[in-house]
Nanobody, 125 residues
Framework: VQLQASGGGLVQAGDSMRLSCAASGGNLNPYAMAWFRQVSGKEREFVGTVTWSGGTTFYADFAKDRSYISKDNAKNMMFLEMANLKPEDTAVYYC???????????????????WGQGTQVTVSS
């Protein structure tokens, strides 16, 4: 599975953003597709995920009230919309894919084997 994230840039605090992730490389139905983010010098942080086949979503606590993950199966695209952006949302955002294996908490950010290159989002105050 190959992934490519796009849509980052410089935004103002309070604005919204929409990131895209293009996926290719085979049958995605066994996969959950997720967004993570990473601030330089800090650990990568799970944002949320969507099951490719069913569209079920799970979000990290910080994201669930202002984020929405969607997908377009026909175009093999996944999206992250986040509202009311804050300077602390500044990070490199990555999309990832992982098979929903038994015993793996993919819905909490575990088990993602395929990663895109990341897109920088900078939120200015």
């Amino acid at each position: 599975v190959q992934l490519q994230a796009s849509g980052g840039g410089l935004v103002q605090a309070g604005d919204s953003m929409r990131l895209s992730c293009a996926a290719s490389g085979g049958n995605l139905n066994p996969y959950a597709m997720a967004w993570f983010r990473q601030v330089s010098g800090k650990e990568r942080e799970f944002v949320g995920t969507v099951t490719w086949s069913g569209g079920t979503t799970f979000y990290a606590d910080f994201a669930k009230d202002r984020s929405y993950i969607s997908k377009d199966n026909a175009k093999n695209m996944m999206f992250l919309e986040m509202a009311n952006l804050k300077p602390e949302d500044t990070a490199v955002y990555y999309c990832a894919a992982g098979q929903m294996r038994f015993g793996i908490k993919w819905y909490q950010g575990e088990g993602y084997d395929y990663w895109g290159q990341g897109t920088q989002v900078t939120v200015s105050s």
